[in-house]
């Protein structure tokens, strides 16, 4: 059974269900989406089992292009895993461009794919202004999170070589304007934990740090003891030369870090954490308990400091068999967090850097993600790990919206 689209209504179903055609004659700005991506990830593991295009979950971005054959709109942006660009060897994303570039000349044949469902008559394609692998780090998000974006706009709008070249520089001007200072001086965990800019947080980065002391004696391994050298001997537990020295900054202007910290303060302000402490929130949707501590887990955290993972403790009691980086691994306080993931076993939940804790809260999460505190979310906790972990942080999708609304 199909399902109309209609203007202010939100269609909970398959994406394979919805007719389009009700909304032909609207004039449609945008449309942004991230077709299921599940087939194009390096997460999957090698060449041979991401099948991309060449399976049905894999061609899904087929009905991403027949709503914009549907709704013709002036611009649509495109969101998916970087491991899209070399999904069968470059193929996936070759054909996806042409599909969305050339698409008056392409229809016909996605149209097959998407089960023959759409206009039937001619259709315009898109200029691709931007089509990049971001770091969403870079837009002041507290995680390195990079993703495919493409973005185009309807060609019949832009005219000749000079408009495109005019509208891919005001849309890339914008990202650059919003990116500000982070891309030198990124947000931080304890930041987006804390509430506060880095410069505030002296004291509780210190306290958090002090409790590494001597981890190195309990591990004793040669692993443990190159830490203690090439990191713990270098920590001044100054935070902010700690922040400089941990994140490779080392030409710095005294004027411009201040602006880097002012900038800080202001996205924390934007996101409505500034102030607000995440331990401090108690949500209805109960995202903020701490999860339960297994003590055999919570043993084998107290002996990997931040930024380390499973192999800090390989070769000793606590040793966990596994080839995955992010396993049992530890964010730093002075960096962004690495990439939150929708799902895993055990160890890839996410550690803080507290030695007294281990699993990241689900609202913790959710503030590397970038939601507002006030976003309820709704589910079991695999499913809610899931909806974050799954989604575009909130923060980079206003910037790159509001750099598309400057080229609109």
Request: overall charge neutral.
């Amino acid at each position: 059974r199909t399902a109309e689209a209609s203007p202010g209504t939100a269609l909970e179903c398959d994406v394979e269900r919805v007719d389009f055609t009700p909304l032909r004659g609207i004039e449609v700005d945008v449309v942004v989406g991230g077709p299921p991506c599940q087939d194009f990830s390096i997460v999957r593991g090698p060449e041979w089992d991401r099948r991309g295009i060449e399976v049905r979950r894999g061609r899904l971005y087929a009905h991403f292009v027949r709503a914009l054959a549907a709704l013709q709109p002036k611009a649509f942006l495109f969101e998916n895993v970087p491991g899209l660009v070399s999904a069968n060897r470059g193929l996936a994303y070759k054909v996806i461009l042409e599909d969305l570039s050339n698409l008056n000349i392409r229809w016909s044949e996605v149209r097959k794919v998407a089960g023959g469902a759409g206009p039937a008559g001619p259709v315009e394609g898109y200029h691709i202004i931007l089509s990049e692998l971001l770091d969403f780090s870079q837009f002041g998000v507290p995680q390195r999170r990079e993703r495919l974006i493409i973005v185009g706009v309807r060609k019949d709008l832009i005219r000749g070589l000079e408009g495109l070249w005019r509208v891919r520089a005001a849309f890339m001007r914008s990202l650059k304007e919003s990116a500000g200072l982070f891309p030198k001086y990124p947000l931080t965990a304890i930041e987006a934990f804390e509430g506060r800019r880095l410069d505030e947080l002296g004291d509780a980065y210190r306290e958090v740090m002090r409790k590494w002391d001597g981890v190195w004696l309990e591990v004793n391994t040669e692993t443990a003891w190159r830490w203690k050298r090439e990191v713990w001997d270098r920590l001044t537990f100054d935070i902010v030369r700690d922040y400089l020295m941990v994140n490779g900054v080392s030409k710095v202007d005294g004027n411009e870090l201040e602006e880097a910290m002012r900038q800080h303060e202001e996205v924390l302000r934007e996101l409505g954490y500034y102030g607000v402490p995440a331990s401090s929130i108690n949500p209805p949707d109960g995202t903020n308990a701490l999860p339960e501590n297994n003590p055999e887990v919570a043993e084998r955290m107290r002996r990997i400091p931040p930024d380390e993972n499973h192999e800090f403790v390989r070769g000793t009691k606590w040793e966990v068999e596994s080839s995955i980086s992010l396993y049992y691994r530890r964010l730093h306080p002075l960096k962004p967090a690495y990439t939150v993931v929708a799902y895993g076993g055990g160890g890839t939940h996410g550690y803080h850097y507290d030695r007294d804790r281990t699993q990241l809260t689900l609202r913790e999460r959710a503030r590397l993600q970038t939601f507002p505190d006030a976003f309820l979310f709704s589910g079991s906790r695999t499913q809610i790990r899931a909806q974050i972990g799954e989604a575009v942080p909130p923060l980079a999708a206003k910037r790159l919206a509001q750099a598309l609304a400057q080229v609109l």
